[in-house]
């Protein structure tokens, strides 16, 4: 607001103030919304390590596991 009035008393355009304000508060979001993406990876390790990983470790290397299990069983016999 303060630099309409500003620009009113001093006879320059409006209309360029106004597309310098919204060219300033396009850069502003784009900054915040990186910052913001910038933290996602962070953020989504811990569910992965404690939740996903395991899983999928039990899903693809369990069936191996069992076969060694078996394997090393009957070595014995």
Do not use: W, Y
């Not at 409006?14 to 900054?31: G, Q």
């Amino acid at each position: 607001m303060a630099a309409i009035c500003q620009a009113e008393e001093l006879g320059s355009s409006i209309s360029r103030v106004l597309r310098t304000h919204s060219d300033t508060l396009r850069i502003k979001r784009k900054i915040h919304v990186r910052e913001l993406a910038n933290m996602i990876p962070v953020k989504m390790l811990f569910p992965l390590v404690f939740c996903i990983f395991p899983a999928m470790f039990v899903v693809i290397l369990g069936p191996g596991a069992i076969t060694i299990m078996h394997t090393m069983g009957n070595i014995g016999r």
